[in-house]
């Protein structure tokens, strides 16, 4: 009886990753490999991020993301080496909030893995008459 309720209380910590099945849908829509795991890793981000409780990427964004394999750092803020920048537009829901932020992705690829995750939000400018 111990030992069943010590292996419910230990499962029942962990937080669920996403599987490759989560996100098979985006390989058949013929979305390179790099913009599926960089959408990957968003969501498991976001999932332990404080500042987020939830992040979408819109289909048509993911498939317009840009891919930039001529940078060779992250970001000048973080200076991380990276072989690719994958950029898209994207949306993000601020924790304990309903309402939807806009935000700039950008995601750095080094050896094929995510070595960096960024969002920034993107706020349309007040038109002032």
Excluded at 2 to 19: F, G, I, K, N, W
Excluded at 31 to 46: I, L, S, Y
Excluded at 81 to 87: K, L, S
Aim: proline letters at 7%; charged letters at 25%; one cysteine or more.
């Amino acid at each position: 009886m111990l030992c069943a309720s010590l292996y419910q209380l230990s499962h029942a910590q962990e937080t669920p990753t996403p599987s490759q099945e989560d996100y098979a849908y985006l390989t058949r829509m013929h979305v390179p490999e790099p913009v599926v795991r960089c959408v990957a890793a968003f969501d498991r981000w976001v999932a332990l991020t404080t500042k987020y409780d939830t992040f979408i990427v819109p289909d048509r964004r993911v498939l317009r993301a840009k891919i930039d394999s001529d940078t060779t750092i992250f970001s000048a803020g973080n200076p991380i080496p990276v072989d690719e920048v994958i950029a898209m537009r994207a949306f993000a829901k601020v924790r304990g909030q309903s309402q939807w932020t806009r935000v700039d992705s950008r995601c750095g690829v080094l050896d094929g893995r995510v070595v960096g995750v960024s969002l920034t939000p993107n706020v349309r400018p007040k038109i002032v008459r």
